[in-house]
């Protein structure tokens, strides 16, 4: 039996694994911490994020208006044209799938697309997880490796 404080300590320690990136993707000084999949996106974040947290995500950015009010260091890949599905994928120029990195803070934000590069999406499950790897280059360097991130249902095609 645990203790009465012990009880909510677990229960954080528990879902704090929750949207893990399940792999090694690093590089250009992004480290992601989580990673979800849904509808056309599949987002990875250097901060803890909850899928709520994810509301913000679209498939266009008013270049203008910051998306989110909170500090955000994110990895968006769009499916331009469909939603998540397995294969591999060139996400330079004009493709069908496409890679940004997004960063911001306060009223100053950026959109850094991927020059070149990769996406392979081994599996996806509705409702479970995309497993896939990445080789891109941004201006600011190259990020790869493999994942595995949960769904999240704030990420859907209505975007």
């Not at 899928?51 to 769009?78: G, H, M, N, R, S």
């Not at 306060?106 to 081994?122: F, H, P």
Request: aromatic share 10%; charged share 20%; glycine share 12%.
């Amino acid at each position: 039996m645990l203790p009465p404080l012990a009880r909510p300590l677990l229960a954080l320690a528990l879902l704090t694994g929750c949207g893990g990136v399940g792999g090694d993707l690093s590089g250009a000084s992004f480290d992601p911490v989580v990673g979800y999949w849904g509808g056309p996106f599949v987002v990875f974040s250097t901060d803890t994020l909850d899928c709520i947290d994810l509301w913000w995500v679209a498939k266009d950015y008013d270049e203008d208006e910051v998306p989110w009010d909170q500090a955000f260091d994110v990895l968006q890949v769009t499916f331009n044209d469909s939603d998540v599905v397995e294969g591999s994928f060139d996400v330079s120029g004009v493709s069908p799938v496409s890679a940004s990195r997004l960063t911001g803070s306060g009223e100053s934000w950026e959109i850094e697309d991927a020059t070149s590069g990769v996406l392979t999406i081994d599996s996806v499950k509705d409702g479970g997880k995309a497993k896939g790897e990445m080789d891109i280059t941004l201006a600011s360097g190259a990020v790869g490796g493999s994942f595995a991130v949960k769904h999240c249902v704030n990420l859907t095609s209505a975007y």
